[in-house]
Structures are given as structure tokens and as C-alpha cells.
């Protein structure tokens, strides 16, 4: 954090509206959160007088900065976001969690609202079973969260449910992150002290929520739910009818895990992953929803032309079968000095087939990906 004294910002305080940043005491302690409504300017003054201190970060709208940005630049922001949430969800829930959710939540829902091509193309292309910095319950939360969101907003749900989405799947697996970073890279079967923690992690999850301070019913109950099936096959509990948010993060959840790869399993490919994920649920209208969201095939998979050019898609086209994507090989399978453009609508350009990211043998930075298929 990089605090300053909140004297220095004492003009952006306007009585009876909703602070824009915390408030916290001279050791960087939180007093109040964001959106802590005065009276007065006196009640804020009394705060000066304590040396109270503001974190500069919260200063500068991090959603604007996004909006303002070029294509090219939001890689970066997704690094920092993804990190930023990854942080939060490795340390002990305190007091004030859901305000420091909600926080780290900003630039994550403005970088999916600024370009949801690119927000998909996150979930879908593939790393390496390590995660470098970011670990992968980090990376899976934000994956769910991400896909989640837009199949949410696809459906038309009120900002309040789309609200619980993000929190639900940002937060569903709080008790086993440790867990699932361990089983990303093991090798041997799941023992039974491990299966019995998988089993109990949604009752302990809503727990250790509760202890934080969270007190919101609904994101409580998504998160016991978010493992339930309607005919009774899920866990722990297998209630009669199962809410519609932890349903929809449940789809998340499982069509995403489809896409990461494991140290004894490569990642499906995306089009086989989106029809099993709908057979699975047996055609619901929340998976449809998911599924319809990420296309045939979404950003970040890897696909061979009739040209017998391969590259990445960077964007959905007019039908979920076409495409916009980067190629990078000519037609003879030669490596290109540059990514091309290629609109997979022509019928000389269209997919083949969807491949392993293997075999794409060349690895060029996403940003010369994005400017290889601009806005």
C-alpha cells in the first residue's frame, strides 16, 4: 500500500456521499471502508486530527485507466489484476474482506466489460501446470469468475446477481486453495483425507466467510451450493432445489477445469471441453448460456485453416463458427516473420480443425497477437 495523509485529499470528501476511497489510521490499520457515508465535514476533520491516512492506489479510478487504454496495453492490466486477486484469496479473510474483495474486484469487471474477446481468451489459453507467481487456484478463480460474468450478463441477470456471481466464484474454493495447487501437479490418485476435504470444503468456505464478517445470505449460500446437482449427485448436502447462482458458477467452474491442463493431463480442446460440458448438464439454459458466451471456438484456442495456416482466434465473429484469428505459419507450416489476420467467414480461411496449443511451435507475445486483429 502507499499511503498519504487523508489531509491531502480533504477535497475530495463532499458530505453525504459515499467516501471514494478508506480510511485508515497512521499504521495503515483500516477505521472505514470505501463508500463510508459523513455527515460532515467536521466528522472528517476529527479524522485528520488522528493522522488518518488514505492508500493513493484507491485515488486513481483503475476502470478508467482501463477504458482509456489501448488493446495492446490490457494484457498488463490482466496481470495485475489477476495478481492483485490471487493475493487477496492466499491471505486470511479479515474483517474487512468483502470491501477488500470488492476492491481488488474494480479493474477485474472493467477489464471484462472493456474487452470480453479478451476475457475469454484468458480462461481459455493454456499455461504451464506451475502458474509462475500467479498459483492456479488463483488463476481458476479468476477463470470461473470471468466466465461466469458474462454468462450471467448473456442471461440478463440484475447487477445485484451478477454482484453474487463474482463473489460466489472468486470465493467458493477459499478453504482448499492449498489443495488445489497441490493436486494440479500430483500424480498418484486422490487419497481419502483428500477426498474427505474436497467434500467438506463448500460448508467451510461459507465459514471461514462468516468469520470474516461476510453477512450476505445469498453469496453465503451460493458458495455452500456451488457443488449441488438437481438430481441429488452432488455435495455436501443435496438439497431439493439448488439456486441459480451457485448453478451457473458450478458450469463455470467445471467447463473452465476442462481447459487447464494437469501434470497427468493435457487441457482439453475447447470445442470437445463445450460439448461435453453441455452434455453434462443435459442442455440447461445457464450452461447454454456459457456455452453460446464462448463460442465454438473462443479466444485463446489454437486451430488449423483450410489455408493450413495455424494461429490463435482473438475475437468471435458473427457466427459462433467464425472466427477472427492470428495466424502464425504460412501455408506450408513455414513460421511468419508476423502474425496475419485472418477472418475465418471466407471460405478459404475457415477451421479445420482445433489443435493442441502444441501445435502452435512458435510462442509470440499476446500483444502482438491483439495487434495482429485491432478493434
Known sequence: MNFQPLSLHKTRFLPGK????????????????????????????????????????????????????RRDQLPAYWDESMGEVGRLLRASPSSDFTQSLDHACRPLLALIERDPDL???????????DGGPISYAGRHAVHTATAACLAATRLGWSV???????????????????LQNKLVTQVSPVTPMQRAEIQSHPERSA???????????????????????????GYPRRPATVNEVAQLVHSADCFTA??????????MLADAAAR???????GDALTAA???????????CTVRLKSGEVGMVMRRGESASTPLVAVLTDRAGNLR??????????PEFGIAAVVPPAGLKVRVGLEKLIQAVPD
Open 207 to 233: 465459514a471461514m466467510l462468516e468469520m470474516a464478517g461476510v453477512s450476505d445470505a445469498d453469496w453465503l449460500e451460493a458458495v455452500r451450493q456451488h457443488h449441488e446437482e438437481h438430481d441429488g449427485s
Open 258 to 267: 476442462k481447459l487447464s491442463p494437469r501434470l497427468k493431463r493435457p487441457p
Open 18 to 69: 459515499p467516501t471514494p476511497f478508506g480510511i485508515f489510521d497512521v499504521g495503515g490499520r483500516l477505521l472505514l471502508a470505501r463508500g463510508h457515508q459523513f455527515d460532515s465535514v467536521e466528522q472528517l476533520d476529527k479524522l485528520i486530527e488522528r493522522e488518518a491516512t488514505v492508500d493513493v492506489r484507491e485515488l486513481d479510478d483503475p476502470a478508467r485507466k482501463i477504458a482509456k487504454a
Open 119 to 129: 476475457a475469454i481468451l484468458q480462461a481459455v489459453r493454456t499455461e504451464a501446470v
Open 276 to 282: 461435453l460440458q453441455y452434455q453434462c448438464a443435459k
Open 337 to 346: 516473420l508476423e502474425p496475419a489476420r485472418r477472418d475465418t467467414a471466407r
Open 160 to 178: 445485484l446477481q451478477r454482484q453474487c456471481v463474482l463473489r460466489t466464484a472468486l470465493t467458493m474454493n477459499i478453504s482448499m486453495a492449498e
Open 290 to 300: 456459457l456455452i453460446k458466451e464462448f463460442g465454438l471456438y473462443p479466444p485463446g
